[in-house]
């Protein structure tokens, strides 16, 4: 019998948790997308947002993505997508200068006598009405995700029928690369 050592780490759930943002540089290729998600995966990260949209550089794409996990370990892992062949460049912006946005739109079932403060609510977050029904308002909001999320929970006591988010976008401040 051999003897092996077995690291003992607290459980995922027990270890700190930061929501991280990281911009990724890659190739506008087929396939991409599958092997950064896979990528995630097969390490145990959940992606909480994710968007992909195509870079100024023709032949190349920008991704978007948000997920949480233990700072050293994203660290590792930043390193390790930089390696994957279709990516050019990944950085993490959790704490870099930089500005971020996201978009949301909310659909509410709402009769007339709650519309009013419904609408309130919308203005005092910036939101713009798109759509009417007779029984029904959909809203156009952008901003943080914490706005997102606050106008969120002013909803939660109506009853809100569908709420799409577009994820979060972010370009780094000044004339630095994101």
């Known amino acids: 019998m ?3 050592t077995i690291e003992l780490r607290p459980p995922r759930s027990a270890q700190p948790r930061h929501s991280h ?25 959940n992606i909480e947002s994710l968007v992909v949209s195509p870079a100024a550089q023709e032949g190349y794409s920008r991704m978007t993505v948000t997920c949480s996990g233990d700072e050293t370990i994203l660290g590792q892992m930043i390193k390790q ?6 990516v050019v460049r990944a950085v993490d912006h959790t704490n870099d200068d ?3 946005t996201e978009i949301a739109l909310i659909k509410l079932q709402c009769e ?17 009405v798109v ?13 943080s995700s914490e706005k997102l999320d606050a106008m969120r929970a002013l909803f939660q006591n109506y009853d809100v029928a569908e709420i799409v988010r577009s994820g979060k976008i972010l370009m780094a401040r000044g004339i630095e690369t994101t």
């Open 2 to 4: 051999t003897s092996s």
């Open 21 to 45: 943002t990281i911009s990724l540089f890659v190739k506008d290729e087929p396939g991409v997308l599958v092997r950064v998600a896979m990528f995630f995966s097969r390490r145990g990260y």
């Open 81 to 86: 997508l930089q390696k994957l062949i279709d």
């Open 98 to 100: 930089s500005y971020e």
């Open 112 to 128: 007339r006598e709650e519309r009013n403060e419904i609408l309130q609510i919308a203005e005092h977050f910036g939101a713009k």
């Open 131 to 143: 759509d009417y029904g007779r029984q029904s308002v959909m809203l156009r909001v952008y901003g």
